[in-house]
C-alpha cells in the first residue's frame, strides 16, 4: 500500500513538472505569436524569415513533441501491426512517422 502512494505521488510530481513545461512553451509560443503579428507587414516576406528565428530558438521543443509522435506512432504501430515497438520508434525517428507506417504495413502482407 505504502508503495502504490509513493508511486502516485511520484507520478503526479511529473505530471505537474511536465504541465508547467507545457505551460510554459504555450507561453512562449502565444507570446511570439503576438509580436509576430504586430510586426508583420504583409508587402515583406520577412515574416518567415522571423518564423525561422523562432523555430531555431525553440528547437528543443520541435525535437522533443517529433520524438513525442514517434513514440505515438511506434505504439500504434504495435498494437495494429503486432511490430517491434524499438525497430517502429527508430524507423520513425530516421524516417517520418508517415514513411515508417508504410513501410510497416507493406512488411505485414
Not at 506512432?73 to 512517422?97: D, H, N, Q, W, Y
Amino acid at each position: 500500500m505504502i508503495t502504490e502512494r509513493r508511486d502516485k505521488i511520484i507520478s503526479r510530481i511529473i505530471l505537474a513538472i511536465s504541465g508547467g513545461i507545457l505551460i510554459y512553451w504555450c507561453y512562449r509560443l502565444i507570446v511570439w505569436l503576438i509580436r509576430w503579428m504586430n510586426d508583420f507587414q504583409f508587402q515583406s516576406a520577412g515574416g518567415w524569415n522571423s518564423f525561422g528565428v523562432f523555430c531555431l530558438d525553440n528547437l528543443s521543443i520541435i525535437l522533443v513533441i517529433y520524438v513525442v509522435i514517434c513514440l505515438q506512432i511506434a505504439g500504434v504501430v504495435e498494437f495494429r501491426f503486432r511490430k517491434s515497438f524499438i525497430k517502429a520508434f527508430f524507423l520513425g525517428i530516421f524516417m517520418t512517422p508517415p514513411i515508417m507506417l508504410i513501410i510497416m504495413k507493406k512488411s505485414k502482407g
